[in-house]
Structures are given as C-alpha cells and as structure tokens.
C-alpha cells in the first residue's frame, strides 16, 4: 500500500460526458502527478501540481483540467469523453516539487474509465 | 532526461537471482536512475534509485556501472509475486514534474 488513495476505482460512462476522478496523496506529500495509461501508449504523463499550483505539465487535453485543493487532494475533470479516453488513471504524490534527491512519486491504485 | 533501453523480456526461476540491466549510455552526471515496476493493472510501484553508488533496500539492490551507462537491478531471490513490467527510468536530480516510462522489462519467473 503506497498510502495513496483513488476513487472510484471504475467509472462507466457514455461518449460526451464529464467525469471527475480524485486522488488524496500521501500523508506530507505535497506534490500530485496524474498520468494516463492505455493499451497503445503506456504511461503517459498528465499534469503536475505543487501545493496548490500547476507545476508541469505534459500531454494534456484541453478537454481535460485538473485542481489541487487546500487538503492537498486533487481531482482530473475529464468532459467530452470520447472512446479513446477508456483508459487507467493514475495519480502519484511526492513531498516535493522534483527537485532534489529525495523526491520519489508512489502511485495510487488508479481509476479504470471505460467510455461506451 | 536521458533514454533507457532495456530487453523486452526475461524469464527467471523461482527462488534465483532476477538480474534486469538497463543501457543509458547518454546518462548525464547529475541524473539519477529510478526503478519502478507494475504488476499487471496495478499502479507502478518504486522500488529502488541512485545517483553513482551501489544501492540496496529491503526489495533489491541496484548496481551502476562506473561510466554510469549501464545499470542492473538485482531481485535476489525472485518470486511468483515478483512477475512484472520493470522499468527503468533516468531522471534529473533537479527537475520538475514527470518521470518518462518507456516500455520496460517484462519479467516472468517461472516456477
């Protein structure tokens, strides 16, 4: 258990819809990571917050936005889905910004979104 | 960041030594080199990193070469549990945001 946690696990949802996923990192994390994984493109990279503001960023959608809350949790909207959003979702947390030697991501369990 | 390549796939018995090497022959001196693996949908899981020196932890040990080019991770005693994509990802001590996985190492140890 890597003391990051993700709801929901599955998420069902039609094409053109909106969906919300969470993430609450661990305990004196800072830093939250969204990455997306699918079938044909591995893990990819989504977005980076750092106590409250977007750090980096990657190959993000504009369809897609993400927040990170006061309480460190963040949450990925996800709005217009499309077939080719059906893919695993994963948030990891750091202490740290990345910089420094000590900054290790551990992920969550991750949210499994099927968009029929 | 610096690329990795590593072998598609390896198998390994159960209860020897799983040894995963990785090539980052254009490694810089102040990237580090991260282990991460994940075992079928699951999300990665670290398990190890280092700058120059050996390191080891209660999960494995990795060993980097001198020139820093190349890099082994060690499973000592390999399990069923331990069957996986292991990957191997080089990354700036100082940077910001994203770890860059590429397609990894598919371990399968084989009872």
Not at chain 1, 48 to 54: F, L, T, V
Not at chain 1, 66 to 81: G, M, R, Y
Not at chain 2, 44 to 60: D, F, S
């Amino acid at each position: 258990d890597s003391g990051v946690t993700q709801t929901p696990k599955h998420l069902i949802t039609a094409t053109g819809q909106r969906v919300t996923l969470r993430c609450s990192p661990r305990s004196g994390d800072l830093s939250v990571y969204w990455y997306q994984q699918s079938l044909d493109q591995g893990l990819q990279f989504l977005i980076q917050y750092y106590n409250g503001e977007e750090r980096a960023k990657g190959n993000i959608l504009e369809r897609f936005s993400a927040q990170q809350f006061p309480d460190l949790h963040s949450e990925l909207n996800l709005s217009s889905l499309e077939l080719g959003d059906s893919a695993l979702y994963f948030c990891a947390s750091s202490h740290s910004s990345g910089m420094g030697r000590g900054d290790t991501q551990y992920f969550g369990p991750g949210t499994r979104l099927t968009v029929l | 960041d610096a690329k990795t390549t590593q072998p598609p796939s390896m198998d390994c018995a159960e209860g020897r030594a799983a040894n995963l090497p990785c090539n980052h022959s254009t490694i810089s001196g102040n990237e580090y080199v991260y282990w991460y693996r994940q075992i079928h949908s699951q999300g990665p899981q670290y398990i190890i990193h280092g700058l120059k020196n050996n390191e080891t932890n209660e999960m494995a040990s990795l060993i980097i070469t001198e020139d820093r080019k190349s890099s082994t991770l060690i499973l000592p005693h390999a399990t069923l549990r331990d069957t996986a994509v292991y990957y191997c990802i080089v990354r700036v001590g100082g940077s910001q945001g994203n770890l860059i996985f590429g397609k990894g190492t598919k371990l399968s140890v084989k009872p």
